[in-house]
């Protein structure tokens, strides 16, 4: 079993940014296709931004142009830096991992994290 660490959540006013990291527990950053999802209250989980094992980006519509992942093999990790945050940005943030190619499918994701919670004031 590969657990999936996050952080870097917290309260922020609108416009401010943030940027959440996350670490899988077997070293492999690398070889799994690796997905940001966030789940406001009342509302489905929904994804955010992916990365697949070699590097493609995926973005949700309403973020493209804000958000941006990446990953450090080096370093073990992959973040989510989030720029001009807005009240609707207001969820719990996921890590999730799966050893292929990422989509926006939930359920094909083999491992995720406890979440993150991100908040942002007007």
């Known amino acids: 079993v590969v657990q999936l660490q996050e952080s870097g959540g917290g309260s922020v006013q609108a416009g401010d940014s943030l ?10 950053i690398g070889s799994w296709g690796m997905g940001w999802f966030r789940q406001a ?3 489905e989980r929904e994804g955010v931004a992916a990365i697949d ?23 073990n990790k992959v973040y989510l830096q989030m720029n001009s945050l807005i009240p609707e940005d207001t ?8 050893n292929s190619r990422c989509n926006w499918d939930v359920s094909t994701y083999i ?5 993150t919670q991100v908040t942002v004031s007007s």
């Open 19 to 28: 940027r959440l990291s996350c670490v899988p527990s077997d070293g492999r």
């Open 41 to 43: 209250p009342g509302k």
């Open 53 to 75: 094992p070699d590097g493609t980006t995926s973005y949700a519509d309403s973020v493209k142009g804000r958000f941006a992942i990446s990953k450090d093999n080096a370093r």
């Open 91 to 98: 969820a719990m943030y996921y890590c999730a991992a799966k």
């Open 111 to 115: 491992y995720w994290g406890q979440g």
